[in-house]
């Protein structure tokens, strides 16, 4: 463990130093803006520090390397997480408190790069975080996106979507590394020559964009080890024609720049939604192209070249699909460039890759036009079409015959490349990210597949860091876990079970509840400042965090809201728990039905907020541009989690750990991560409902399911759906939300009424729902079960998932011996 070069009054000079420096100003003078500056910048000179010390140490190791491939980083903002990395939370907040400054004064003016959609880029951060701390030497790799997931703004009720300008006042975090730039090729024509009896393929007159990288790094937690996050932006490589400009033709003369620089534009905000657009192609093969290039260069430095070692000290790890190229992109490195033959090339490569299933949604699965990849990437069209025709010839010989098996299984089939045939087929490893999605991998979306290599896919259930996701974002209850088991579960968060005992200390419980309470108040004056909207911290917080899809069942939670609604209008003496219910959900800007989804849980909220007794009892909450930094903020004040997703699609969850780690007990059904939940901390301790993935499957595939039953007989049900429509949420225009009506109880295009099983499951949640009120009324039960939940909570943590996939599927060597 590097020494600390640094104590509360040397960080004070540097920051007063920098402040002087940088803006010529006194402490005085200096705005929030700047001195998050100058404090991020004291900051980074102590990680520098150590970056340039750990990758002199590292450059000529010869152990293992990761490379994380992934369109998406949701890392969130950096400063106090580095802080807290680097130890020095003390001194710094020392440091700051003498000057006369708080963190939630300056922590706000570090712009949240928004660099991904949900939950496949939040866990990609999460693993850089648990990378380091266990000192394992990897890297993370991704676009440098100019403009992140779009801001949301609630205006008139209903979402409207504003441009994530993140790097407008630069990025403190970032160094660019112009020297490692590596060219991309596009388009062109493939030419082959023969050159010492073999053939050669080259791509001419084929479209260069240069790839820039800038290296964010990445501290462990007590660690030496500073791993590096790269992001690539793409440039044109030629500078702007003069020619054209002096001729006055000013926008040809940059068309070039314009058209390379566009690749790292803006982020996709497609979540669990393929498109099939050109420009998102050309983002991913240029993420994996850079990536490869890098990494085989510096494999060549290390080992010069002997290519056989590569899947010895190299590992290629493809976070869901979007980074799939890097397959046939390293098969044309070690063809083209290094000179190799297929055979060799391919059980390389076959070697060195190891992918990630994220979802088993069926509109999620890329499916790339082959006609725009032959376009596109010619060369690399050429290395997918071999490398299906030697998989089909060997599928022939497995399944002789069976033609529509073969299909399903193919890389290229019915004009279509199959992103995730390839990465089955290709990789050493396919895992799933909860046990139970492992299990439907392997019985169902991948079913061909598990009969010829089972011993290929595996499961590793996510995890979440517990430094950003419990010590960050929750200090209270950091300091009183601490203060009753000792700091040693930082290290090793399964330690937190020795809460355990403390459930039954009624000091400890009471200090717990207190702790809940400020972040409470916390997270309510947070909201009045920002929404302007007042909360009252006595009625308990109901919390739905994720992105908006229908089969996450937002409309479950709306819909069960509007129920109770009308029973307080009908019961003068009704006795209900009072509830929060906190919404924070953007949906994708072509997504129709979920922007429909989120005007109705508005009109709800207005329709509550008229009644004067409804709204005694009642109140929902929006929160706007739902974020990591939101999240930081939301979680610890939590008191039920909403996990309504139709079994069998949830992948796994990650927000679902994040509450339960925060004391918040889960209302959820039995899909992806929550059955692991529930079997941690036992059924007394969480709300089960709702039909399990098996009944969820058969329905499915008997289509016996029809909702109409179950709206005739329900009279609550057809009342608040009749009131969706007959102006009672929209009196100016009552058909607003006549889709949203039809499609539970009618379908459309061909779908099925209520795909994702509101009505049918409605009954159980509401029966759960009742028992959450009289169980939180009994304050010690309820607190006895909070303790339970983040007692139980450490299996969750990314350390755990790390280890596990170091463990099972990439066998890195420690950096130093230190653990892992
Ligand atoms: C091509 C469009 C697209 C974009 C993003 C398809 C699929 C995705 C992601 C794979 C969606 C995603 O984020 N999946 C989530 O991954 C989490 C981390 O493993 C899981 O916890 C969630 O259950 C899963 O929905």
């Given at each position: ?5 640094f104590?509360?009054?040397s ?7 920098k ?10 003078e200096?705005?929030n803006q700047q ?9 980074r ?11 002199e140490?590292d ?32 001194e ?5 408190t003498?000057l006369g ?7 706000p ?16 951060a999460?693993?850089?975080d648990s ?11 991704t676009i440098?996106?100019e ?10 009720g ?16 970032e ?17 082959t020559r ?6 050669v ?5 084929g479209?260069?964009v ?22 690539w932006r793409a ?10 400009f ?10 070039e ?17 393929h ?5 998102r ?10 990536t490869?290039?890098y ?9 010069g070249?002997?290519?056989h ?10 976070n ?12 044309r ?6 000179g ?22 069926q509109?999620?699965?890329?499916r ?22 030697r ?14 098996r ?16 390839l ?8 895992n ?10 392997k ?12 011993q ?12 950003r996701w ?14 009753a ?8 968060p ?18 717990f ?10 997270f ?5 400042a920002r929404?302007?909207?007042a909360l009252?911290t ?18 479950l ?18 006795d ?6 906190v ?10 039905k ?7 849980i ?15 009892l009642?109140?929902i ?20 989690s ?17 509450f339960?780690m925060n ?40 289509g ?14 057809r009342?608040a759906?009749t ?12 058909a ?7 499609d ?5 295009w ?12 409605f ?6 729902q ?14 006895r ?20 996939y170091?463990r ?8 130093g011996?230190?653990?892992?």
């Amino acid at each position: 463990m590097t020494s600390k070069s640094f104590d509360k009054e040397s960080i004070k000079q540097s920051i007063l130093g920098k402040l002087q420096r940088y803006n010529g100003k006194t402490l005085e003078e200096a705005n929030n803006q700047q001195i998050y500056n100058a404090v991020a910048s004291t900051v980074r000179d102590q990680i520098m520090q150590r970056w340039v010390k750990y990758r002199e140490s590292d450059r000529d190791d010869k152990g293992k390397r990761l490379y994380y491939l992934s369109i998406e980083f949701l890392i969130g903002r950096s400063l106090y997480n580095n802080v807290l990395n680097l130890c020095a939370t003390r001194e710094y907040t020392q440091a700051l408190t003498e000057l006369g400054i708080s963190w939630e004064e300056i922590i706000p003016s570090e712009p949240e790069p928004g660099l991904g959609n949900g939950g496949l880029g939040r866990l990609a951060a999460c693993f850089m975080d648990s990378l380091a701390t266990l000192n394992l030497p990897a890297m993370g790799s991704t676009i440098r996106y100019e403009y992140g997931l779009f801001r949301q703004k609630l205006t008139d009720g209903q979402q409207v979507e504003l441009p994530d300008d993140w790097l407008s006042n630069g990025n403190v975090w970032e160094m660019p590394a112009a020297d490692e730039s590596v060219d991309v090729c596009f388009e062109g024509n493939v030419v082959t020559r023969q050159e010492g009896g073999r053939i050669v393929f080259s791509v001419e007159g084929g479209r260069i964009v240069e790839a820039v990288p800038y290296d964010m790094p990445v501290v462990g937690h007590e660690a030496d080890t500073v791993n590096s996050l790269r992001l690539w932006r793409a440039r044109s490589r030629t500078a702007m024609d003069f020619g054209t400009f002096s001729s006055g033709d000013y926008r040809n003369a940059s068309i070039e720049q314009e058209l390379a620089s566009i690749i790292s534009k803006v982020l996709y905000p497609e979540d669990n939604h393929h498109e099939g657009k050109t420009l998102r192609l050309c983002q991913q093969y240029f993420l994996v192209s850079a990536t490869l290039q890098y990494a085989l260069k510096d494999f060549k430095r290390r080992f010069g070249d002997q290519f056989h070692l590569l899947p010895e000290k190299v590992v290629f790890h493809i976070n869901d699909t979007h980074p799939a190229l890097a397959i046939p992109e390293l098969m044309r490195l070690l063809m083209d460039q290094e000179g190799l033959g297929w055979d060799e090339a391919q059980q390389i490569t076959m070697r060195c890759v190891a992918y990630t299933n994220h979802t088993v949604m069926q509109e999620a699965l890329e499916r790339w036009p082959q006609e725009l990849v032959r376009r596109q990437l010619p060369r690399i069209y050429m290395i997918l079409e071999e490398m299906n025709r030697r998989l089909c010839e060997m599928l022939w010989h497995k399944f002789p015959g069976q033609w529509e098996r073969i299909g399903r299984m193919a890389i290229l089939a019915y004009d279509q490349v199959h992103m995730a045939n390839l990465c089955v087929a290709w990789s050493y490893c396919v895992n799933g990210v909860s046990r139970l999605h492992g299990d439907i991998l392997k019985k169902d979306t991948f079913h061909d597949y598990a009969l010829i290599y089972p011993q290929k896919f595996t499961y590793v259930t996510n995890g979440i860091s517990h430094r950003r996701w419990l010590m960050a974002c929750n200090p209270g209850l950091a300091e009183l876990i601490s203060g009753a088991i000792g700091t040693a579960w930082q290290h090793d968060p399964s330690l937190l079970e020795g809460l355990l005992p403390y459930r039954d200390d009624a000091a400890f419980r009471a200090e717990f509840l207190k702790v809940k309470q400020h972040n409470k108040e916390n997270f309510a004056q947070w909201i009045k400042a920002r929404q302007g909207i007042a909360l009252d911290t006595d009625t308990m917080f109901d919390v739905q965090v994720k992105r908006l899809h229908e089969y996450k069942r937002q409309m479950l939670n709306a819909l069960h809201i509007h129920v109770l609604y009308n029973r307080i209008v009908d019961d003068l003496n009704i006795d209900l728990l009072p509830r929060t219910f906190v919404f924070g959900a953007k949906a994708s800007p072509g997504y129709a039905k979920a922007k429909m989804i989120i005007r109705y849980i508005l009109a709800l909220s207005r329709l509550i907020d008229r009644h004067p007794r409804a709204r005694q009892l009642l109140k929902i909450l929006f929160v706007e541009n739902y974020n990591v930094s939101a999240a930081e903020m939301l979680i610890p004040a939590a008191e039920l989690s909403e996990q309504l997703s139709t079994a069998g699609k949830e992948a796994s969850g990650t927000g679902n750990m994040k509450f339960m780690m925060n004391g918040a007990l889960t209302m959820g059904t039995l899909d992806g991560a929550n059955v692991e939940i529930s079997e941690q901390v036992g059924m007394d301790n969480i709300y089960i409902f709702g039909m399990r993935a098996d009944k969820v499957s058969t329905l499915y595939q008997d289509g016996s399911y029809s909702p109409i039953g179950i709206y005739e007989q329900n009279a609550e049900i057809r009342r608040a759906l009749t009131q969706m429509i007959d102006g009672t949420l929209f009196p100016d225009n009552p058909a607003l939300l006549q889709s949203l009506y039809h499609d539970l109880l009618f379908g459309s295009w061909g779908a099925p009424a209520d795909p994702y099983f509101v009505l049918k499951d409605f009954g159980s949640y509401s029966m759960a729902q009742r028992r959450v009120d009289s169980d939180y009324r009994h304050n010690e039960q309820w607190l006895r079960k909070a303790i339970t939940n983040t007692a139980m909570s450490g299996l969750f943590s990314s350390d755990r998932s790390i280890a596990d996939y170091n463990r099972d599927i990439w066998k890195l060597r420690p950096i130093g011996g230190k653990r892992a």
